[in-house]
């Protein structure tokens, strides 16, 4: 590499310490560029792929095509293979990456109801209506999840049900990021996302509003009555009612909380929840004939939070429909 493109490097990796970020792929990119959540301040190209006709680009890549055309307003930079590689960290960037301000998550303090129901690019007055951005009016609260594949997947299950915001709690959790933004597809750029401090406070306020709180469990091994909280009721179990559905008008706002990969949602969470369901699997009718009952079984009592998060959605939804 030569030393002019070092030092291009070592200028914009200081650009990402100053509260930049740098993201990459196309699907990121693409998103980014169309929901203008972010500024942002330079466009890179790999040099060879500029070189293409718009129309050589669009039959390469469509999506490579559409973000090369939303950034043309925006100062686009040709870079080497290298340089893009070493920007990205050793990344796969598919040959784009665009110098930019984070995604914003600011905190729920003052915002209203109404508002946290539409996505971030809704055009219309979000104090008169949460449905005309398509919205499914179902919030996420992502109460200190952690590990970051699962927080991609479950942004991108977000986004394809049509939730419009995300809530995450402020200690012990993945936030927003490049790589986030990558894993989930490019979904995380058209979402909403707030922090919050005080988990059973927010959601105490959101309950009052005229929030459902309906939170998740998996299976207890132990058998031991939790008087903290309802007991959890099997997935297949729950009614249109309990979710929201209406049959005189739209469904009730609802909040889906999914708590951390190792502890769940804390009792705390729990004793809020209107509704706290659970996914039942071969444990529930298998486990005595196969393991010694024990709190130690080799067999998982749950599903990934990420898939759960998929399997719920998809059944709340029909469930208010």
């Not at 598919?94 to 539409?118: N, Y």
């Amino acid at each position: 590499m030569s030393d002019k493109s070092s030092l291009r490097i070592d200028v914009h990796h200081k650009n990402v310490q100053r509260n930049l970020e740098i993201v990459y792929g196309i699907q990121p990119t693409l998103a980014a560029l169309s929901a203008r959540q972010r500024a942002v301040s330079c466009v890179f190209v790999r040099d060879d792929l500029l070189q293409l006709s718009s129309e050589a680009l669009c039959n390469k890549n469509p999506w490579l095509s559409a973000a090369v055309k939303l950034a043309s307003a925006i100062k686009i930079e040709p870079a080497s293979r290298e340089f893009l590689t070493d920007l990205t960290n050793g990344r796969s960037n598919q040959g784009i990456a665009i110098k930019c301000t984070p995604i914003p998550m600011p905190s729920l303090h003052g915002i209203s109801a109404h508002s946290i129901l539409h996505f971030s690019h809704c055009a219309y007055n979000k104090s008169k209506s949460r449905s005309c951005c398509g919205s499914s009016s179902i919030i996420l609260f992502l109460d200190q999840i952690q590990d970051v594949m699962n927080m991609g997947s479950i942004l991108r299950s977000a986004v394809f049900f049509g939730i419009p915001t995300v809530l995450i709690s402020a200690f012990f959790s993945a936030t927003p990021s490049p790589l986030i933004s990558k894993l989930s597809a490019g979904a995380m750029e058209f979402l909403r996302f707030f922090r919050v401090t005080n988990p059973s406070s927010t959601l105490k306020q959101l309950s009052d509003a005229g929030f459902i709180i309906v939170g998740t469990a998996g299976m207890e091994l132990n058998s031991v009555e939790n008087f903290n909280h309802r007991p959890p009721l099997e997935l297949s179990l729950v009614r249109p009612d309990m979710v929201g559905a209406s049959k005189d008008g739209a469904a009730k706002p609802l909040v889906l909380v999914l708590g951390s990969e190792a502890r769940g949602l804390s009792d705390s969470v729990l004793s809020i929840c209107n509704l706290i369901v659970r996914i039942p699997g071969l444990v529930d009718y298998k486990v005595e004939h196969l393991v010694a009952p024990s709190t130690a079984s080799p067999l998982p009592t749950s599903l990934n939070v990420a898939a759960a998060t998929a399997i719920l959605l998809h059944q709340i939804q029909n469930l208010r429909s």
